[in-house]
Nanobody, 114 residues
């Protein structure tokens, strides 16, 4: 089973940037579509960005134009570059195989101060 470890979160000011990383185990990582999700306090987890096995990307409306998802199959890592961060981006960010409902990692906290 693929295991995931997220990192790169932190505290940043309104308008700042962060780059999240998600390191995956498993020899067939390159075959999986992957996604970044986030969960803010009191809200449901939502998908923010996804990338297919061949590199096609998709973004939620709230982050389109500000976030960029990418992957390095040799390093078995998915990235999320987040620019122009807003306080409403504050959440715990998770990565997972797109559509999988189990196997969540511990996530990484992103806090954007106003």
């Amino acid at each position: 089973q693929v295991q995931l470890v997220e990192s790169g979160g932190g505290l940043v000011q309104n308008g700042g940037s962060l780059r999240l990383s998600c390191a995956a185990s498993g020899s067939i990582f390159r075959l999986y579509d992957m996604a970044w999700y986030r969960q803010a306090p009191g809200k449901q987890r939502e998908e923010v960005a996804a990338i297919t096995a061949i590199g096609s990307t998709n973004y939620g409306d709230a982050v389109k134009g500000r976030f960029t998802i990418s992957r390095d199959n040799a390093k078995k890592t998915v990235y999320l570059q987040m620019n122009s961060l807003k306080p409403e981006d504050t959440a715990v960010y998770y990565c997972n195989m797109r559509g999988r409902t189990s196997g969540w990692g511990q996530g990484t906290q992103v806090t954007v101060s106003s």
